[in-house]
């Protein structure tokens, strides 16, 4: 699911009339996991657009006919021109649970990425070191350890190549800001459309050729392992490469 500035607002006022039901993964009393698309923010900002967080609070009071403040607990984000599976809280408790999950890197993350370049190595770790400059809301990265810098560390493998743009599957297993934009871009294949790092084509919020498409946890009450896969389904920069996605999300 991606969407245009247009379309953002049809989506934003289907949403609100309830005529149009986010794309839900799964849900129960205590977690929902869904698709955030492309080009709306996780969570309320400066520019005070809209967000999927207050947005998807007012769908569930409305659905569930809450007449008082609705509880969501924000575990993650995904960057603004990025879409795909995102996971939340319905409870404190199961919000705090997750969260310490999160920090311990205890929560699986996959995503598809579509670089600009062809990486020389068709399989690789990629391990550096990232400072983020919050002034200009970017991120840095070192090939070696510098104060106030932290270590960042990801898996690629390539899965395709189709007219100049390679298709890759990510591991991440750190979860710093912009980091897989970033690091992408240091080693020389930027993600396509990414004009903060690396692409002078790119255009300011364009969806970006980044996609996270597997989350695995364990529940936060049931202590069962969970893991879910979904794929961009319409998005003009991954539809080419839909033959090659990764089976089954491994």
């Not at 400066?46 to 967000?51: I, L, Q, R, V």
């Not at 969260?99 to 399989?123: N, V």
Request: contains cysteine; glycine residues 8%; aromatic residues 12%.
């Amino acid at each position: 699911m991606s969407f245009g500035q247009g379309e953002m607002a049809n989506f934003i006022q289907l949403f609100r009339s309830m005529k149009f039901d986010p794309f839900i993964i799964y849900e129960d009393n205590h977690i929902l996991i869904l698709e955030k698309p492309a080009g709306l923010l996780s969570q309320g900002d400066h520019t005070g657009d809209e967000n999927l967080f207050d947005l998807l609070k007012e769908y569930l009071k409305i659905k569930y006919e809450k007449p008082g403040n609705v509880y969501l607990g924000s575990i993650h984000r995904l960057d603004r021109p990025v879409g795909g599976i995102m996971l939340f809280g319905k409870t404190s408790k199961a919000t705090s649970r997750l969260q310490d999950q999160m920090k311990a890197g205890l929560i699986k993350k996959k995503y598809l990425a579509i670089t600009e370049k062809h990486p020389d190595i068709e399989e690789a770790d990629l391990v550096h070191y990232l400072s983020k400059d919050e002034s200009k809301n970017k991120s840095k990265v070192y090939d070696y350890p510098k104060k106030d810098c932290k270590i960042c560390k990801l898996h690629y493998k390539v899965l395709a190549n189709i007219k100049g743009l390679a298709l890759l599957d990510i591991i991440l297993d750190t979860g710093r800001s912009h980091q897989i934009r970033a690091q992408l871009a240091h080693m020389g294949f930027p993600i396509k459309g990414d004009s903060k790092y690396g692409n002078s084509t790119g255009i300011k919020h364009e969806n970006l050729g980044l996609f996270a498409y597997q989350l695995g946890f364990t529940h936060p009450v049931t202590k069962e392992w969970m893991e879910f896969s979904h794929f961009p389904v319409s998005d003009k920069n991954f539809n080419p490469f839909k033959p090659f996605y990764p089976r089954n999300g491994s």
